[in-house]
């Protein structure tokens, strides 16, 4: 009796050991093969243990508000390929979801202007070891839960401190967004990624300092993440990739650095909400995820 009772209280102590936490928000919940998936605001995708757990994030979606998943730990949140996490239990926050729920304004997407996307200049250094350079000062101590749009804005406001040619260094965004396609054939755990990019001789350049040793060219970077080294097409309607799920494995979407979140991007098609400048509440909160919650935006 007393081997079964201490049998069982070493499961119990692996389990809480092995168990996880991470605060998010639920931006959708998608049904792929039968499955109910909660797509989490990380980029990542989860699996609900029991239908309690479901439930619960219908309801943090329904209120809009952050939640806390408590994980059955089966894969590094980092891991490329790793499968997807399965959550536990799902804690709702008091605090609002910075998420905001899609409608389409009549005939907004009609008169959307999609070189609204890039609202500011993009870098376009001459040789690539200046774009090395700036690739070794962009920081590697970032926080192992953090949230990747979260590095991308810090390490877009680092290299933002840089000057070349006496002009502000200004990187934009590429966004890789997943498929159900690929996300189904694959067992895949995100639904989107996103670096910072510069250009070199008119060349986008991912400077993803996560997944990456310097500077690499578009389809290197996709590689990294799309296993069956598909073509991303590139597009500049969130509604290429919302409505055609199945025709390929991934979509790329560019970006100016304003652009924080992916929802941002439908913002503008579907609301016309244009992004054209820093905002300092979202800099506040991408320094507390990103590098710590002690952590402060540096001045220019």
């Known amino acids: 009796m007393k081997h079964i009772l201490g049998a069982l209280l070493f499961l119990i102590f692996l389990h809480s050991a092995n168990a996880e936490t991470k605060k998010t928000e639920i931006i959708k919940i998608e049904t792929i093969d039968g499955e109910s998936l909660i797509f989490a605001g990380d980029g990542a995708i989860y699996e609900s243990s029991t239908p309690e757990v479901l439930s619960a994030a219908k309801s943090a979606l329904e209120l809009r508000r952050t939640v806390k998943l408590k994980l059955l730990h089966t894969s590094n949140l980092e891991d490329v390929l790793g499968n997807r996490n399965i959550v536990s239990k799902i804690i709702i926050q008091s605090e609002k979801s910075s998420f905001q729920k899609i409608t389409n304004t009549p005939n907004q997407k009609d008169n959307y202007d999609p070189t609204l996307l890039m609202s500011t200049y993009i870098t376009d250094v001459d040789t690539f070891e200046q774009a090395n350079q700036l690739f070794k000062t962009m920081r590697t101590r970032m926080r192992r839960k953090s949230q990747c749009y979260n590095r991308a804005h810090v390490w877009a406001w680092e290299l933002h401190r840089n000057l070349i040619d006496d002009q502000r260094v200004q990187v934009g965004k590429m966004w890789l967004f997943f498929t159900k396609k690929y996300i189904r054939n694959y067992n895949y755990k995100w639904w989107f990624h996103i ?61 100016s650095v304003h652009y924080w979140q992916p929802w941002h991007i439908e913002n503008l098609e579907k609301k016309g909400q244009y992004r054209d400048g820093w905002q300092k509440f979202e800099l506040k909160k991408a320094y507390k995820n990103a590098v710590g919650w002690r952590a402060r935006v540096p001045n220019l």
């Open 195 to 255: 670096t910072p990019y510069l250009n070199h001789n008119g060349k986008a350049l991912a400077m993803d300092r996560s997944y990456t040793r310097g500077p690499v060219e578009t389809k290197q970077w996709t590689d990294i993440f799309i296993q069956s080294r598909e073509n991303c097409a590139e597009v500049n309607r969130y509604t290429d990739y919302e409505n055609f799920q199945d025709s390929g494995d991934c979509f790329l979407i560019k970006t």
